[in-house]
């Protein structure tokens, strides 16, 4: 077995970082969603300032990745090693503010949301962060078929955000004084589906990696 260089040092280095500020995202994810149905400010709040330390990783990812580039020069495949780290650390970023966004709206909600649209919520938010997983799962493995079915997940995450979004458009409509509240939990929502499609972006980086292609299109299987 040839020894290791120190450009597959750098490269291994960088793919850790990417797995661990992902795992950083994925439970700023969960204690947003947490606080929501705890109403629970002060952990909102924590989720707010924990944002710092997931910008500030992923300042770190982008540094490794053009230290790669810059020193080492590095040929096709490693190279888009490389710049999917780069290019995967700012949709990490971006899932993080909307983490951070979704705690904001908890801090500011006037009175609790009803349980059922609790529920919903937290099903669209299980959902999304399954797509988060997977999609970090298939960069983790360098698995581009594992990033394909990932990214296909995205149509059950339109269909619950499409599904909520009508809900609570319904309740403003019928429910005075909720008017403000359901707003918020219309950005709650919006908030999420973001996080999905970054999720896929994640899935096309992954793709990129391995086979030099982007990834514009899956075949998902109708339901009968």
Known sequence: MPARTELDRRLDDLHLAVVQVGARVVEALHRAMTALDRSDSALATEVVVGDDAIDAACSTIERLSLQVIALHQPLVGDLRRALAGLMIAEELERMGDHAQGIAHLVTRLPFAPERPTLH?????????????????????????????????????????????????????????????????????????????????????????????????????????
């Open 120 to 224: 919903a919520l937290g099903e669209l938010g299980r959902v999304v962060g399954q797509q988060v997983e997977a999609a970090l799962a298939a960069y983790d493995a360098g698995d581009a078929a594992q990033a394909r079915a990932a990214w296909a997940g995205d149509a059950a995450v339109d269909e619950r955000y499409g599904d909520l979004v009508q809900a609570l458009m319904g309740e403003m409509e019928g429910a005075w004084g909720a008017t403000t509240r359901d707003t918020y939990l219309l950005w709650v929502a919006h908030n999420l589906e973001r996080i999905a499609d970054r999720a896929t972006n994640i899935c096309e980086h992954v793709v990129f990696i391995v086979t030099g292609e982007r990834l514009m299109s899956v075949s998902v299987p109708t339901s009968p």
